[in-house]
């Protein structure tokens, strides 16, 4: 591992001593309690951990990203590029390609990893282009009658002044009024951090599924630290009163269900990620497409305009 956080070093340990036992040919019953203790071990912690540590794994920087999802999962993918407005934003990534054999629409949010490619993506803050470039591309889809696939993994939408110029707001309200009449089938999975309105914008979905260690919040711990305490130090605080985790989203119908990871994490295993999400989308599409589109498009809406009202009343 390039990269461990605090809670991960008591595994990379276990972990080094097997990879030594392996190499060495020793014991096999040394090899199978050491084995049997790292199990239990990866249990215990990922188990056991706080909304803050939850909030540094879904920014794990080995953590899959949406072009590893999209280039894992389907055959031939084609990439579109351009909003036929102003230009090409590559944080958000579009296109086309074969999942199984059948033809579907792919959206997603990709951060990068080595500097070079962090700043060529934006660092995954999408600018109005690519809000316009992903709702072009998802017509596209309905035309052809292709159901529409979308990864979320963004701190939020770009807040710098030539995105606000370009109507940054009016490009994310755009993208949430009119995914509600698209007919043809959409799911979105949030596989990282799903930060505000950056990710609403292509997470307008008949599903909508988080990843077991994703976030989902209408703003980041950061952010809420500075807002109440004016010190943002005080993230895991904030991470903590935001109840920051998928259990809860899913609890609050946020999102419809959580996707297991696999254990210790989608950044340890990413091919075990990448099946458990390709069973998981070909799961889904199969009961979309069962549903005749009037029912698909009703409930996608009474999905969202119910959000909060069990809450409120229970307020009142």
């Not at 060495?24 to 203790?37: F, V």
């Not at 920087?61 to 389907?74: E, F, K, Q, S, T």
Request: aromatic share 6%; with cysteine; hydrophobic share 40%.
């Amino acid at each position: 591992m390039e990269y461990v956080l605090d809670f991960e070093k008591p595994l990379l340990e276990l972990e080094k001593k097997i990879s030594e036992l392996v190499e060495n040919k020793d014991s096999n019953e040394e090899l199978k309690i050491l084995e049997a203790k790292l199990k239990e071990l990866s249990s215990s912690v990922y188990n056991s951990l706080s909304y803050w540590d939850r909030v540094q794994l879904s920014r794990h920087p080995l953590r899959p990203h949406a072009l590893d999802y999209i280039n894992g999962l389907v055959d031939d993918f084609h990439a579109i590029h351009g909003d036929r407005n102003f230009g090409d934003d590559h944080s958000m990534v579009t296109g086309f390609g074969h999942l199984e054999g059948k033809r579907v629409c792919l959206i997603g949010i990709e951060k990068g990893r080595k500097t070079k490619e962090k700043i060529h993506h934006n660092f995954g803050m999408p600018r109005p282009e690519g809000y316009r470039k992903a709702l072009r591309v998802m017509k596209l889809a309905e035309r052809f009658n292709l159901p529409i696939i979308t990864f979320v993994d963004t701190p939020g939408a770009y807040p710098g002044i030539d995105a606000e110029e370009r109507g940054q707001a009016q490009a994310i309200a755009e993208n949430i009024a009119q995914m509600f009449d698209l007919k043809t089938p959409i799911i979105s999975y949030i596989i990282g951090e799903g930060g505000s309105g950056g990710a609403l914008g292509i997470a307008v979905a008949d599903r909508v599924i988080m990843l077991e260690f994703s976030i989902y919040s209408v703003i980041s711990p950061e952010s809420c630290a500075s807002i109440l305490w004016s010190d943002a130090k005080r993230a895991p605080d904030a991470a903590e009163s935001l109840k920051i985790d998928a259990k809860k989203a899913a609890e609050l119908g946020v999102v419809d269900t959580v996707l297991e990871e696999p254990q210790g994490g989608a950044h340890r295993h990413h091919e075990k990620a990448l099946a458990l999400m390709k069973k998981d989308i070909i799961k889904n599409l199969n009961e979309l497409k069962a549903m005749e589109l009037p029912v698909l498009m009703k409930k996608r809406f009474e999905k969202f305009r119910q959000m909060g009202h069990s809450s409120m009343e229970e307020q009142l």
